[in-house]
Nanobody, 130 residues
Framework: QVQLVESGGDSVQAGGSLRLSCAVS????????VGWFRQVPGKEREAVAC???????????VYADTVQGRFTISQDSSKNTVYLEMNNLKPEDTAVYYC????????????????????WGQGTQVTVSS
């Protein structure tokens, strides 16, 4: 059974940084998409960043325009953990952040539609104050 557990959410001031972690158990990263999504009340869940991890653990990332240049997604296969490094945080980054994994591969570019991901963590709250 695949399980994902996020951690690292916190309250920070604008301009600050956080690193979110997502520990994955029950499945390898090899040949999968792993993504970070976020959601605020009353809005749809949106993609923040995702990775396609190949069978040899090479990875290719895709970022939302709103976080490009500020956020970095990475993976450590030895720890079966995905990270989201968030810098220069803005109040509009406030949300619950979720990690997700999909083992249905359509190509070397990861999917940004939440409906393409079958496995989800419980979420971690990030609050950025101005």
């Amino acid at each position: 059974q695949v399980q994902l557990v996020e951690s690292g959410g916190d309250s920070v001031q604008a301009g600050g940084s956080l690193r979110l972690s997502c520990a994955v158990s029950g499945a390898s990263f090899r040949r999968s998409y792993v993504g970070w999504f976020r959601q605020v009340p009353g809005k749809e869940r949106e993609a923040v960043a995702c990775l396609y991890v190949s069978t040899d653990l090479a990875s290719r990332a895709v970022y939302a325009d709103t976080v490009q240049g500020r956020f970095t997604i990475s993976q450590d296969s030895s720890k079966n953990t995905v990270y989201l490094e968030m810098n220069n945080l803005k109040p509009e980054d406030t949300a619950v952040y979720y990690c997700a994994q999909s083992r249905l591969i359509y190509g070397s570019e990861c999917r940004t539609d939440p409906s393409d991901y079958a496995y989800w963590g419980q979420g971690t709250q990030v609050t950025v104050s101005s």
